[in-house]
């Protein structure tokens, strides 16, 4: 696992990748945005329980980035490569 080699050893390998990266990407934008939100609702009280709701959310996505990477790892390293067996 985490091997550059993985990443576009087949065509397969490469559809997986590049599913991963728009998945980390989307995660990151989502995050990101969460934060921003959250931080302009703390400008008011009355926002201020919307913001740490996003404040949290946007904790748990930057959770699921690292995640998703070892997700992607793992997939890739599940997959099989050129000269291997099909037994």
């Not at 990443?7 to 728009?22: I, L, N, P, S, W």
């Not at 989502?30 to 201020?48: C, D, P, Q, Y």
């Amino acid at each position: 696992m985490f091997k550059s080699e993985l990443h576009d050893a087949t065509r397969k390998h490469e559809k997986v990748y590049g599913f991963y990266e728009k998945l980390y990407t989307t995660i990151d934008m989502l995050a990101g945005l969460a934060f921003l939100i959250g931080s302009i609702l703390f400008f008011w009280e009355s926002t201020m329980y919307s913001a740490t709701w996003l404040f949290v959310i946007g904790s748990a996505l930057f959770v699921a980035k690292p995640a998703s990477r070892f997700a992607r790892e793992y997939h890739l390293a599940q997959l099989p490569l050129p000269g291997d067996d099909e037994d």
